[in-house]
């Protein structure tokens, strides 16, 4: 598995230019709403190391996103061990096909496969 954590801020644009300043991350790709709010933006650490980020969620200010070899036996395990399902497993425009449940402590998790060479895992 691969984790990801992915960010959420009240004003991404500013995150994105903080974070690219100050620490040294280097912008890969974004994905901006109809109404120009930013979704989803892929950054890179200096020495590696991927961090995403986007506009603040419902959910809170932080989810973790993980690549796994089979999303839909992953989702249906968690679903059979108890974990509350947020977003059933879908094909997602960006290239993957993904899930969301929450944990017993109410965190956001994202599972995920790549179903096509746009997908962020396959650009890495």
Not at 87 to 105: F, I, N, V, W
């Amino acid at each position: 598995m691969n984790a990801i954590p992915y960010l959420l801020y009240e004003d991404a644009p500013t995150a994105i230019e903080f974070l690219t300043r100050a620490f040294g991350f280097r912008e890969l790709a974004r994905t901006n709403g109809g109404d120009g709010v930013i979704l989803n933006c892929e950054l890179v650490g200096p020495a590696g190391g991927d961090v995403w980020l986007g506009q603040m969620q419902p959910s809170g200010t932080s989810v973790v996103y993980l690549y796994v070899d089979d999303v839909d036996a992953h989702h249906d395990r968690a679903r059979a061990e108890g974990a509350t399902i947020v977003d059933e497993p879908a094909d997602q425009p960006y290239g993957d096909r993904r899930y969301a449940a929450k944990d017993t402590q109410g965190h956001t998790w994202y599972f995920a496969h790549p179903i096509s060479n746009d997908s962020p895992a396959r650009r890495a």
